[in-house]
């Protein structure tokens, strides 16, 4: 089971991608997607912190 958060992150992935192609995207869409990353990258190794 995918959890609906992390369908939502792989759309707007897709979204950033193409937006990105095109050049229009701002700097608080930017830093938002690289918040995202962080915060994805942090929850795992939280998790695996804790189950290790």
């Not at 979204?15 to 795992?44: A, H, I, M, Q």
Request: charged share 15%.
């Amino acid at each position: 089971m995918v959890p609906d958060s992390l369908w939502k992150f792989g759309f707007s992935d897709v979204v950033f991608l193409r937006n990105l192609r095109k050049g229009s995207v701002d700097y608080f869409g930017f830093s938002e997607y690289f918040g995202n990353w962080f915060l994805v990258c942090f929850g795992f190794s939280v998790f695996f912190g804790s189950v290790l």
